[in-house]
């Protein structure tokens, strides 16, 4: 109680969280502490929130249930289609977008999302975002990346699989919070290569994406991954100044990585620039194991 009064909460009956999704662990953190905080899902075209957490049903990972009067359905193509009289009647001056927003009564949200065995709604991203395996199936690289990134030892990941049977990950351990992890355990360790590449550390990033497999209907979740031997950085053109990676140039440059981990290999050599703390570059010359989740 001390907590909800100080961030100004102590009354609150309910509190609400959506436009992109928070991590379960915060969820789970405000309603030990009393919080009945719920994420929701909801557009202006279809008159604001629709979908929520009903009290007693709480599931951190998705967006609830209709609202009474409304109704839901996922297309072929994994949008989120959504029928109510709360729906708007169309775009000012816009006949063209209506038509395409509004079909025989349902608006087209071009949000991609599941139905759990619930009913309850999970919301995975733009519709143009969604990539497809090779048995068809579809999964949007940002939701698993940003779920795994809810991990304190994981500071980037890069999901791979368009077209390929299963899907794999690339993975930055975060090297503050990895480092004081072994440093409690009494793992040695000079570079980020080095700590990267320890079994312990090995087995700790395999259990942080065990974890959000548990997450995941089957389709996304991940059998391989590579924790990668160097920071992706902004100034080797791997990441945009404002942190986010450059998906096509990163493949360009790891094709070998990502190739071995469809490949049946264990572990792949690898040759390639390190910059280090002070600026300099070096190179690096290793081999990158291939871990089966």
């Given amino acids: 109680r001390p907590l909800l009064d100080r961030i100004g909460c102590l009354g609150f009956r309910a509190a609400y969280t959506g436009g992109h999704p928070i991590s379960p662990d915060v969820i789970r953190f405000f309603r030990a502490n009393g919080l009945n905080l719920k994420q929701a899902y909801g557009l202006t075209e279809a008159g604001g929130i629709f979908q929520v957490q009903p009290d007693g049903e709480v599931k951190p990972e998705t967006v609830g249930t209709c609202l009474p009067r409304t109704e839901i359905k996922i297309a072929v193509d994994q949008e989120v289609l959504v029928s109510s009289k709360s729906n708007f009647v169309g775009y000012y001056q816009n006949p063209e977008a209506t038509a395409e927003a509004l079909i025989d009564g349902w608006f087209h949200t071009g949000d991609a999302g ?7 709604l ?5 519709k143009e975002d969604i990539m497809r395996t090779k048995e068809g199936e579809a999964f949007s690289p940002d939701f698993i990346e940003t779920r795994l990134k809810f991990s304190p030892y994981i500071q980037e990941a890069v999901i791979w ?10 993975i930055n351990i ?3 919070n990895v480092g004081n992890w ?3 355990r009494k793992i040695p360790y000079t570079t980020y290569s080095d700590l990267s590449q320890q079994s312990a550390v090995e087995e700790l990033i ?5 974890e959000v497999n548990t997450q995941l209907p089957r389709p996304m979740q991940l059998v391989k991954i590579i924790l990668l031997y160097k920071l992706l950085d902004a100034d080797d053109e791997e990441l945009t100044r404002t942190g986010k990676v450059r998906r096509k140039f990163v493949f360009e440059q790891y094709k070998e990585l990502i190739n071995a981990m469809y490949a049946n290999k264990t572990e792949i050599p690898v040759m390639g620039q390190v910059r280090y703390r002070d600026g300099h570059v070096g190179t690096i010359e290793t081999k990158v194991k291939i871990l089966d989740v």
Wanted: hydrophobic share 30%; no cysteine; charged share 35%.
């Fill in 182 to 184: 072994a440093e409690e």
């Fill in 206 to 210: 395999r259990g942080e994406v065990r």
């Fill in 161 to 170: 699989g368009e077209g390929q049977p299963y899907l794999t990950a690339f």
């Fill in 174 to 176: 975060d090297f503050g």
């Fill in 114 to 120: 599941y139905l759990d065995e619930d009913g309850h």
């Fill in 122 to 126: 999970l919301i995975i991203g733009r």
